[in-house]
């Protein structure tokens, strides 16, 4: 499919969960401060929006949201608003419908801040930016990142969805035929949002909105995806990390 130069400029970082399995680390910190590699897990999230030409990102807090603040106030790259959500968390739809109100109508890249990918190739278009130009907001409601099981570290082997040849996903339940995974990034227009609840709620109900009208597709993410769950899996994620510095 042909890609088409339709940049994104805002961004949402879904970052106020409480990483309870991470525990005892997550007793002392936030999960998105973790560091992973010498780098806190949220700035890869923040330097693959940067690098992708996002201006402007919204980021949600909760456990630890003093941590948090202070360690985005620090970030250089990006405008960032704080999405507060001290008082109570919204899960990750109402997280992403909260910090809508902070953004503009435009289109937006949604992601998770404990989840990213490594393997680039430099000098070449960016998996967000690849992203941006392949949403099509007259066809789709939301565009995802989307990677091979094989091509994952610290995944429980779930298969999310399968994906047709024109990227149009459905759910890997209904049809087995190409699985993969959502790599934790997704593009849309606000707008998609404008019937949601205001309360808690998981954005799985509109991913599912989207496969009912055909309109939710994916594209195959280039390199290496990596997903932290534990406190285990730090050492698992450093190791794939140190394997694709070598044989760079």
């Known amino acids: 499919m042909t890609i088409r130069?339709?940049?994104i400029k805002q961004a949402m970082v879904l970052a106020a969960g409480l990483g309870t399995r991470m525990r005892?680390?997550?007793?002392?910190?936030?999960?998105?401060?973790?560091?992973?590699?010498?780098k806190p897990m949220i700035d890869y999230a923040l330097d693959a929006l940067r690098d992708a030409g996002v201006e402007r990102a919204v980021v949600n807090v909760h456990h630890f949201a003093d941590q948090m603040e202070d360690h985005l106030k620090s970030y250089d790259g990006l405008e960032i608003l704080i999405s507060d959500e001290r008082g109570g968390l919204m899960n990750n739809g109402g997280g992403i419908v909260k910090g809508l109100k902070l953004l503009d109508r435009e289109p937006i890249f949604v992601m998770n801040a404990d989840l990213f990918w490594i393997g680039e190739k430099p000098g070449m278009p960016t998996n967000l930016e690849r992203l941006a130009g392949f949403f099509d907001p007259d066809r789709m409601d939301m565009a995802m990142l989307c990677v091979r099981i094989e091509?994952?570290?610290?995944?429980?082997?779930?298969?999310?969805?399968?994906?047709?040849?024109?990227?149009?996903?459905?759910?890997?339940?209904?049809?087995?035929s190409n699985p993969v995974v959502y790599a934790g990034a997704f593009a849309m227009k606000p707008s998609f949002l404008d019937d949601?609840?205001?309360?808690?709620?998981?954005?799985?109900?509109?991913?599912?909105k989207a496969i009912a009208h055909g309109r939710l597709y994916g594209m195959m993410l280039e390199g290496h995806w990596l997903t932290v769950g534990t406190p285990e899996a730090i050492g698992e994620a450093e190791d794939t990390i140190r394997r694709f510095r070598a044989s760079v």
Do not use: C, W
Request: zero cysteines.
């Open 5 to 7: 130069q339709a940049p």
């Open 196 to 208: 949601a609840p205001t309360e808690a709620f998981n954005i799985n109900i509109y991913f599912d």
């Open 24 to 38: 005892p680390v997550t007793d002392t910190m936030p999960k998105p401060l973790v560091r992973i590699d010498g």
């Open 151 to 176: 091509d994952t570290t610290g995944h429980n082997g779930v298969r999310d969805f399968s994906m047709a040849p024109d990227g149009r996903l459905t759910r890997y339940r209904d049809d087995p």
